[in-house]
C-alpha cells in the first residue's frame, strides 16, 4: 500500500473526536469532522475532515537517501532488494558489478552500496550495453512501504479494538475489595494500551528520544562544519536531518517488528516490570479532554510544586490515561478515576503545553476547557 498523504497522528485515533462541526470559510454548512485549532490561535475552532490534518508526505517511506538503514532493518531490506529485481527484470536488464553478473537477490544485496559502479546489460540480445543512467534512475526512484503497511496492520487496525475492549473492562469490572478505585483486568490488554500509547509518540516525526538525539547531533555538527566550511553549512544541517530521520525510522522499525532493543522496546518492558496506569474520565458535563498534535508525550518538570511527572495520553474525549511508576508488576491494577472541570482544564493545558502547533477538540470554543 502506497499512501501519500501519511498521518502521524492516527485517523481512527482522530475518529473519537469527530462531532458535528462547521468551518471558518462556511460557518452554515455542517458536517462530520473535528475543531481544529493553530496552537497561536485558540480563538474559535475551524471544522475539518480528520483526513486533511496532521499528516505529512511519505512520511515513513525508505527512499534512496535512506536506503543506507536497510542493512539494519532486514525486512526492508528484503523489500528494497526484491523492488532492484523486479526493475531489471521488467527492463530486460542484468546488473553487473567488476565484470561479474550480480545473478541473484543475495548477490544485488552483497553489492548494493556500490550501484553507482554497476553496469547493465541487456538479457536479449545478449550482453548488449542497456542504457546506464536510465536504469541508475530507475533502481534510484524506488520506495519501500513497509513501514507504512506495518503501522497500518499493527496499530490503525487494531487501536479502535483494543480501546474498546480496555474501556469496556475497565467500566465494568468491579473495584478490589468493591470499594477503592483499582480495577484487576487483563495485563495482556493493559499491555496492547501502553504499546499503543509508545507508537503514538514513536511515530511522530517530532520524536527525538526524548531530548537525546538533539544533542548527540549537535555534538557533531561543529566539527563537521569546520571540515565542510562555512559555504556547506546547509549540506551539514541537511546531513544531520537525515541522520535524525534514519534514526528515528529504525526505532519505529525495531517498535512495529518487536525488535529486543531501542526506546519502544525499553519502554515496554520497563512498563511491564515498574509502571502503573490511571484512567481518568471526565464527569458529565464538566467539558472534555482536547488532544494534540503530539497526542502523547511525557509531561518531566521538576519546578512542578505537585509531581504530575509521567506519560499521558487522551485516547478519547471522555478518557485519558497516565502512565507513572508504581508497584511493581502490578500493571493489571489498574486505578479508574474522574476529572471534574478543574482537573480536566489542568490535563487541558498540559496537553497544550506539549502540542507543537496544533490542538484538536470537539469543542468550537475552549474557554470552559483551558
Not at 36 to 55: A, I, M, P, Q, R
Not at 74 to 79: A, F, G, L, N, V
Not at 103 to 128: A, G, T, V
Request: proline share 4%.
Amino acid at each position: 500500500m502506497s499512501v501519500k498523504r501519511q498521518h502521524y497522528v492516527p485517523r481512527v485515533y482522530l475518529k473519537n473526536w469527530e462531532t458535528r462541526v462547521s468551518s471558518k470559510s462556511e460557518p452554515g454548512k455542517y458536517f462530520q469532522g473535528i475543531y481544529y485549532y493553530e496552537k497561536d490561535d485558540l480563538g474559535t475552532g475551524d471544522g475539518k475532515n480528520k483526513n486533511s490534518v496532521l499528516w505529512e508526505s511519505r512520511l515513513y517511506n525508505i527512499d534512496y537517501e535512506l536506503s543506507f538503514i536497510i542493512p539494519s532493518c532486514p525486512i526492508i531490506e528484503e523489500d528494497y532488494i526484491a523492488q532492484i529485481d523486479a526493475k531489471l527484470t521488467s527492463r530486460g536488464v542484468d546488473a553487473y558489478f567488476n565484470g561479474e553478473v550480480l545473478k541473484d537477490k543475495e548477490s544485488l544485496k552483497q553489492h548494493f552500496f556500490k550501484l553507482d559502479e554497476w553496469e547493465f546489460r541487456h538479457k536479449e540480445p545478449p550482453m548488449k550495453l542497456a542504457k546506464r543512467q536510465a536504469t541508475l534512475s530507475d533502481i534510484k526512484s524506488i520506495h519501500s512501504y513497509i513501514l507504512e503497511n506495518a503501522l497500518d496492520d499493527v496499530v490503525e487496525k487494531k487501536w479502535q479494538p483494543i480501546l474498546d475492549d480496555f474501556i469496556h473492562q475497565m467500566e465494568t469490572t468491579v473495584p478490589l475489595n468493591g470499594i477503592d478505585e483499582i480495577r484487576r483486568i487483563d495485563e495482556s490488554l493493559v499491555v496492547d494500551i501502553i504499546k499503543m500509547v509508545i507508537f503514538l509518540m514513536c511515530r511522530n516525526p517530532d520524536f527525538d528520544y526524548l531530548g537525546i538525539l538533539p544533542k548527540i547531533l549537535n555534538i557533531f555538527q561543529k566539527p563537521l562544519k569546520d571540515i565542510t566550511g562555512t559555504k556547506n553549512t546547509v549540506d551539514v544541517e541537511d546531513f544531520l536531518q537525515i541522520q535524525q530521520n534514519a534514526a528515528w525510522l529504525r526505532e519505529l522499525y525495531n517498535g512495529l517488528f518487536e525488535v529486543p532493543k531501542g526506546y519502544f522496546y525499553t519502554m515496554k518492558t520497563t512498563a511491564q516490570s515498574t509502571f502503573q496506569m490511571i484512567l481518568f474520565k471526565t464527569w458529565e458535563n464538566q467539558g472534555s479532554f482536547i488532544t494534540s498534535d503530539k497526542p502523547a508525550f511525557l509531561h518531566d518538570l521538576l519546578v512542578e510544586a505537585t509531581n504530575n511527572n509521567a506519560i499521558y495520553c487522551p485516547l478519547t474525549p471522555d478518557y485519558l490515561v497516565m502512565i507513572t511508576k508504581g508497584e511493581k508488576h502490578s500493571l493489571r491494577d489498574v486505578n479508574f478515576r474522574m476529572a471534574n472541570n478543574d482537573l480536566i482544564k489542568k490535563f487541558n493545558r498540559m496537553i497544550l503545553s506539549h502540542a507543537n502547533k496544533a490542538i484538536v477538540s470537539d469543542y468550537k470554543h475552549l474557554g470552559y476547557l483551558l
